[in-house]
């Protein structure tokens, strides 16, 4: 296996991004259209859901808040995996929120997705 690099989300990042979300949930909901996931999303999640499209995932990059966060896994210069979660604090406790995390196919049981959440939750504690 290659050598598996963890670093933070660029914008730059956001179509690889975006395609590894949409085959995800092409193998999680066999038979559904991709098209039927999104019009979910953006019922569920509104307009600006930043996996919506390419260009609203960059602007949730660029804008996102301070409690947000984004890693990617990449071999050999390619993106092959990414964990968005969320870190809150309540009464006086961290509280870590794995909102998405996705392993290209072709990279899957690998240990990618464990390597995303144990960096997750370093910056969770």
């Not at 991709?34 to 919506?52: C, M, N, Q, S």
Request: hydrophobic content about 40%; charged content about 35%; glycine content about 8%.
């Amino acid at each position: 296996m290659s050598e598996i690099t963890i670093r933070e989300v660029n914008v730059e990042d956001a179509d690889a991004i975006l395609r590894i979300y949409i085959d995800s949930y092409r193998d999680i909901c066999p038979g559904k259209d991709y098209l039927e996931i999104v019009d979910y999303d953006r019922r569920v999640y509104g307009e600006k859901y930043p996996f919506l499209s390419s260009q609203n995932l960059r602007e949730w990059i660029l804008h996102k808040g301070e409690n947000e966060f984004m890693v990617i896994a990449q071999a050999e210069e390619r993106i092959v995996g990414f964990i968005k979660f969320s870190v809150f604090i309540r009464n006086n406790s961290r509280i870590g929120y794995v909102e998405e995390i996705h392993v290209d196919r072709k990279h899957r049981g690998r240990g990618i997705g464990g390597i995303l959440l144990e960096n997750a939750e370093k910056k969770m504690i």
